[in-house]
């Protein structure tokens, strides 16, 4: 049954994936939000150490374009603000800088889910249910408090 779902909405693993993966490009991460390192989550999805390895590889190829597209994004937003804030500013330049910054967020939200894609290739599809399984719980988890 588990299988079906995962055939019907395949993207789903990546769902779970894009939540359980770390911010990626914050400048002062932690060990807590690999959860690829998590000896507990490692334990629950059955990842082998060479999996975590893969994993991290993957990370850290991607962190540096990542980090580099967040502090654009957050550049193009405060130039955003700016304009929308000048009394003389025209609505040419506003809907320019919008451009400017749907387009940065775009440019991160395709290279964080390629990352994400790339990470999803090197679980199991059992694994891909569990981490689907943990982040239900997680998700459950936040939702009551």
């Known amino acids: ?62 962190r540096p374009r990542l980090t580099e597209l967040v502090e654009s994004l957050r550049t193009e937003e405060k130039a955003l603000a700016a304009i929308m804030h000048a009394p003389d500013a025209a609505e040419w330049e506003v809907t320019l800088q919008i451009d400017r910054v749907e387009t940065t967020r775009s440019a991160l939200g395709k290279a964080r889910t390629l990352m994400l894609y790339r990470m999803h290739r090197v679980l199991s599809a059992p694994q891909r249910d569990a981490l689907h399984e943990l982040w239900e719980r997680r998700r459950r988890t936040r939702t009551r408090c």
Request: glycine share 4%.
């Open 1 to 62: 049954m588990r299988t079906t779902r995962w055939r019907r909405a395949p993207w789903a693993g990546l769902a779970a994936l894009a939540l359980l993966a770390p911010a990626a490009a914050d400048a002062g991460m932690s060990q807590r939000h690999k959860w690829w390192q998590s000896d507990a989550v490692k334990a629950e999805l059955g990842l082998t150490d060479r999996q975590s390895e893969d994993l991290e590889e993957i990370f850290q190829a991607m």
